[in-house]
């Protein structure tokens, strides 16, 4: 299952752009339509989405949110194990390695581009531990 | 969702086609991934008697069963093909991040057939699978492929790299695959496959989430689990470790060891806490095999004291889903190199006799560039010094350069001709088995070998099980397959009643006894890792034991079946009787796969920690195949085994998907 767009959509191309793996196609003005082969199901098209114009691999409705309040990660460095599984997971690359402490020389996952974080929680997901939590 | 694709991916170098193809549900479960995902494939589709370095032989690069379902260590992928070394089956065994790569394209292995005309990579992203030009990127080593390729590629997110080096380019049979900047898999000359089929690398770069069908369970088992590693025990100083070798030396008992103590030194230095401490327990083999404690003393094993070694390190290493963090990122001229490991500095100190800790991180970094295997390369030089010694070499053979024990110096030019496969070091790069049999006068005695692959820095004469499992195992030459303290650690009677469990304290002879218990807890052993390599287990999260490290609930959680212990080690038995059969097939006589002699014991050292010491080889190795279900002579797998696990027919795949790769040739102005 992907995402799927419908006729509501606008063709505005806010989703092409945010897409972290070009699943989305369509011209200016017209509708899109997203590669199921391709897309990964991270839900930030449907974030963006001015016309609720996209739903989840569910069938549900996607709301659009401000990007001021798109979930990001909280890593709890008690939990954490240093094991990277977060930073691979994540598709835009937003992760990656704090400095390590002068008495723990584990370096710690840290959200290095909070930017770039698109909230999909893949890095939540990808926890072994539950170190993550989506805020 | 399961924690597989049922989908590989097939890219045929000498036509530049990709194809899909789908894996029954079947095939997981009597295979799981990794190696055993490999050998169902392999065995039917690399033809017998296959030229290992040519188009025919299949080259996989596969992902643990259990990787990205929210285990713990699981992040090991695997190459396997034909090996060009032994002639049998060959695999190699990796960390880093390659791994969940594999399966974030959407694939649980990519096997490579064919030959390119070209050099070419292999890029797969979201979209799939292309082949491109790699001209350019012909000659570079395994760091500038990878940081070129990352550059090249730059996209959202940074992709993962397997590449080779010169060395694999130059089709050296010990060349291995590189990734994360230096990370091996490095053992079964798997490099030269890839030099022989013109592909310099593998380039992922997919996103898709991975996952498990019970998370929560997952999440559970994973958290328990990692407490068992993080504790931070605290641990005497580097120079006393020295002294707990001696200590275990000393000791007139053998004790059951307990992989949960290993683990703080391996936090703590990596595997090289190991180096001083083993060789005074009797563990590293001291020049060439024929030395010992007493050659390579304290005072000279005070070079890789293992706070020295500490001292260079700037932050701790971890594979993808590990919470160890064994490896180590050094300082090396300028720029940043791996820590060596505990084979590598055994390799280029003990056994050569040397005592330069500058020198093994050269060495160390060099081969790590160039692509070539480590022990390999080791063991070859301490070859090639012994047969100076004995008039085997001459200046004439070395362009005029001396080959003395302890010559650090030496020891690097003869790596650095070994990577340019010039003067001696053309001989050389094939392994020591190949150089022994061009220059004679004996000298195959001294090639320490088994099946014409060096045999790794564990001494036989301390722990038999080494020579047993080096010998039986479809690739030789291995240490990491199996050895009683292994099974010590591995804690398998807590899951699998029906094994014996080792008593806490035994009198060292015991373990020199050719008996049932001995080929009982080797089988189980073979079994074991045989499904750790299916699931993509770390061997040393396995060293934990399975009581700590839940490999088996982690196993029937991820995937929602129900299996229970034995029949995991069912499935392991199931891997390891295909890969012997891969070998039947080739017609190789199985009983001339055993270990050189001397590293069993025979004659036995005369000082030393394991002064008189020979392993009853023949014997055991005749009780390990009566007990697996082999022929007990001849190691061939008996009808009825074959029968009994179901092995024929291997696989039940149906091809699908057929898309064609685009070829792209690189843009002129990045370089290349």
């Given at each position: 299952m992907a995402y799927n767009i419908d006729k509501k959509c606008i063709g505005c191309g806010l989703c092409v752009r945010v897409c972290p793996v070009t699943a989305i196609r369509g011209q200016l003005h017209a509708q899109h339509t997203v590669d199921a082969a391709v897309c990964i199901e991270c839900g930030v098209c449907g974030r963006v989405c001015p016309a609720s114009a996209i739903q989840d691999a569910t069938g549900s409705t996607c709301a659009r949110l401000k990007h001021e309040d798109w979930p990001q990660p909280d890593m709890d460095d008690t939990l954490c194990v240093s094991c990277i599984a977060c930073i691979q997971a994540c598709p835009v690359g937003c992760l990656g390695l704090g400095r390590p402490g002068p008495r723990d020389p584990h370096a710690r996952p840290i959200l290095k581009m909070p930017d770039r974080c698109i909230g999909c929680g893949f890095c939540y997901g990808a926890c072994p531990v539950g170190a993550i939590t989506m805020k | 969702m399961k924690p597989y694709r049922g989908r590989i991916l097939w890219v045929d170098l000498t036509t530049g086609?990709?194809?899909?193809?789908?894996?029954?549900?079947?095939?997981?479960?009597?295979?799981?991934?990794?190696?055993?995902?490999?050998?169902?494939?392999?065995?039917?589709?690399?033809?017998?008697?296959?030229?290992?370095?040519?188009?025919?032989?299949?080259?996989?690069?596969?992902?643990?069963?259990?990787?990205?379902?929210?285990?713990?260590?699981?992040?090991?992928?695997?190459?396997?093909?034909?090996?060009?070394?032994?002639?049998?089956?060959?695999?190699?065994?990796?960390?880093?991040?390659?791994?969940?790569?594999?399966?974030?394209?959407?694939?649980?292995?990519?096997?490579?057939?064919?030959?390119?005309?070209?050099?070419?990579?292999?890029?797969?992203?979201?979209?799939?699978?292309?082949?491109?030009?790699?001209?350019?990127?012909?000659?570079?080593?395994?760091?500038?492929?990878?940081?070129?390729?990352?550059?090249?590629?730059?996209?959202?997110?940074?992709?993962?790299?397997?590449?080779?080096?010169?060395?694999?380019?130059?089709?050296?049979?010990?060349?291995?695959?590189?990734?994360?900047?230096?990370?091996?898999?490095?053992?079964?000359?798997?490099?030269?496959?890839?030099?022989?089929?013109?592909?310099?690398?593998?380039?992922?770069?997919?996103?898709?989430?991975?996952?498990?069908?019970?998370p929560e369970e997952m999440l559970r088992l994973s958290r328990v689990c990692a407490r068992h590693v993080t504790q931070d025990i605290p641990l005497p100083p580097g120079r006393a470790m020295p002294l707990l070798g001696a200590l275990l030396r000393h000791l007139p008992a053998t004790m059951r060891m307990d992989g949960g103590l290993s683990i703080p030194m391996f936090r703590k230095w990596g595997t090289c806490g190991m180096d001083q401490a083993s060789v005074e327990w009797g563990d590293t083999p001291v020049r060439n095999w024929s030395g010992s404690e007493k050659d390579y003393h304290r005072r000279l094993s005070n070079a890789i004291d293992p706070d020295r070694i500490l001292a260079r390190e700037q932050r701790k290493y971890h594979c993808y889903s590990c919470p160890l963090g064994c490896g180590g990122i050094c300082a090396w001229q300028g720029s940043e190199t791996h820590k060596p490991e505990y084979e590598t500095i055994a390799a280029f100190n003990a056994l050569l006799m040397c005592?330069?800790?500058?020198?093994?991180?050269?060495?160390?970094?060099?081969?790590?560039?160039?692509?070539?295997?480590?022990?390999?390369?080791?063991?070859?030089?301490a070859w090639a010094l012994e047969a100076w010694e004995k008039g085997v070499i001459?200046?004439?053979?070395?362009?005029?350069?001396?080959?003395?024990?302890?010559?650090?110096?030496?020891?690097?030019?003869?790596?650095?001709?070994?990577?340019?496969?010039?003067?001696?070091?053309?001989?050389?790069?094939?392994?020591?088995?190949?150089?022994?049999?061009?220059?004679?006068?004996?000298?195959?005695?001294?090639?320490?070998?088994?099946?014409?692959?060096?045999?790794?820095?564990?001494?036989?004469?301390?722990?038999?099980?080494?020579?047993?499992?080096?010998?039986?195992?479809?690739?030789?030459?291995?240490?990491?397959?199996?050895?009683?303290?292994?099974?010590?650690?591995?804690?398998?009677?807590?899951?699998?009643?029906?094994?014996?469990?080792?008593?806490?304290?035994?009198?060292?002879?015991?373990?020199?006894?050719?008996?049932?218990?001995?080929?009982?807890?080797?089988?189980?052993?073979?079994?074991?890792?045989?499904?750790?390599?299916?699931?993509?287990?770390?061997?040393?999260?396995?060293?934990?034991?399975?009581?700590?490290?839940?490999?088996?609930?982690?196993?029937?959680?991820?995937?929602?079946?129900?299996?229970?212990?034995?029949?995991?080690?069912?499935?392991?038995?199931?891997?390891?009787?295909?890969?012997?059969?891969?070998?039947?097939?080739?017609?190789?006589?199985?009983?001339?796969?055993?270990?050189?002699?001397?590293?069993?014991?025979h004659p036995p050292l005369l000082r030393g920690a394991n002064r008189g010491r020979s392993v009853q080889l023949t014997a055991l190795m005749r009780d390990y195949w009566e007990h697996i279900g082999w022929d007990p002579e001849t190691g061939v797998p008996s009808p009825s085994t074959i029968a009994e696990l179901g092995i024929a027919p291997l696989t039940d795949t149906t091809r699908t998907d057929d898309t064609v790769c685009v070829e792209a040739t690189l843009e002129t102005d990045h370089g290349l």
């Open positions: - | 086609t990709c194809t899909n193809e789908e894996i029954a549900e079947s095939v997981y479960h009597a295979y799981l991934g990794g190696l055993g995902l490999a050998v169902s494939i392999l065995y039917n589709r690399i033809p017998a008697g296959a030229d290992p370095l040519g188009p025919d032989n299949v080259l996989a690069f596969v992902s643990g069963l259990l990787t990205g379902s929210g285990s713990l260590f699981t992040g090991r992928w695997m190459a396997a093909a034909k090996s060009p070394l032994t002639g049998t089956w060959g695999d190699a065994n990796c960390g880093g991040t390659l791994s969940p790569t594999i399966k974030q394209c959407g694939y649980d292995g990519i096997f490579v057939t064919g030959v390119s005309d070209h050099p070419v990579y292999l890029y797969v992203d979201s979209h799939g699978p292309e082949l491109r030009d790699a001209t350019g990127l012909w000659g570079m080593d395994t760091i500038e492929t990878e940081e070129t390729l990352k550059k090249l590629v730059a996209g959202n997110r940074e992709p993962s790299v397997a590449c080779i080096g010169p060395a694999g380019e130059r089709l050296s049979l010990i060349a291995g695959i590189s990734n994360d900047g230096g990370r091996m898999a490095a053992r079964s000359g798997l490099g030269a496959i890839m030099g022989s089929k013109m592909l310099k690398a593998v380039v992922l770069s997919g996103s898709r989430p991975m996952g498990s069908e019970n005592t330069d800790l500058d020198a093994v991180f050269a060495i160390n970094d060099r081969l790590n560039r160039a692509g070539m295997d480590t022990i390999s390369a080791g063991g070859t030089i001459t200046s004439a053979d070395t362009d005029g350069l001396e080959l003395h024990w302890g010559d650090s110096a030496a020891a690097l030019r003869l790596v650095d001709l070994m990577i340019a496969r010039e003067g001696i070091g053309e001989l050389l790069a094939d392994g020591s088995l190949q150089a022994a049999r061009h220059f004679g006068h004996g000298s195959e005695s001294f090639a320490i070998q088994a099946g014409g692959q060096e045999i790794a820095m564990h001494d036989p004469r301390l722990d038999p099980g080494y020579a047993l499992h080096a010998s039986v195992e479809p690739t030789p030459g291995r240490h990491t397959t199996g050895c009683q303290v292994y099974y010590d650690m591995y804690r398998l009677w807590t899951r699998v009643p029906s094994l014996p469990k080792p008593r806490l304290l035994s009198a060292k002879r015991s373990k020199y006894r050719a008996d049932a218990a001995q080929a009982a807890i080797a089988v189980a052993n073979s079994c074991f890792t045989q499904l750790y390599n299916g699931a993509g287990l770390c061997m040393f999260g396995a060293m934990l034991g399975v009581d700590r490290i839940p490999v088996f609930e982690w196993l029937n959680a991820a995937t929602g079946w129900h299996m229970t212990p034995a029949e995991y080690m069912t499935v392991g038995r199931r891997i390891q009787t295909v890969r012997q059969l891969f070998n039947v097939r080739e017609g190789i006589d199985l009983r001339s796969l055993a270990i050189n002699p001397r590293a069993a014991g």
